[in-house]
């Protein structure tokens, strides 16, 4: 029976329980699932960044994105892209909501995926 566990991805330890606790005491919102199916091995990245509201109300916000996890990792210039997409998406999806003058302050690897093998 397989079993997916989640390590740091400085130090290789594992982390699964620390990564259940936050999984479960952020919104749902806050998660942005992005070609991984439930599951399948994922690299998650935290994303924090800021924007401006269809207002002109300047917000911070922070999303935890996963990823498929690939063996060379992802590049940080890919990362912004494929956020930056997603907030392409997002406009488009929420018009009433739409956030502009998006700015990626940081993204950092937040946990790696693995299959165990639980025999």
Known sequence: ???LVYV????????TDDVGE???????SQKVLLGVNDGA????YHVFYRYYTGRGNARAQEKYMFL???GDGWDTVEL????MDWCERFNRRHPYRRISNIQVC????FALSEREVVL
């Open 106 to 109: 940081s993204i950092e690897p």
């Open 22 to 28: 936050k999984m479960a005491e952020i919104h749902p």
């Open 8 to 15: 740091d991805p400085e130090y290789g330890t594992d982390i």
């Open 68 to 70: 498929p996890k690939r």
């Open 80 to 83: 912004v892209r494929i956020f």
């Open 41 to 44: 091995p994922a690299a998650i």
């Open 1 to 3: 029976m397989d079993k």
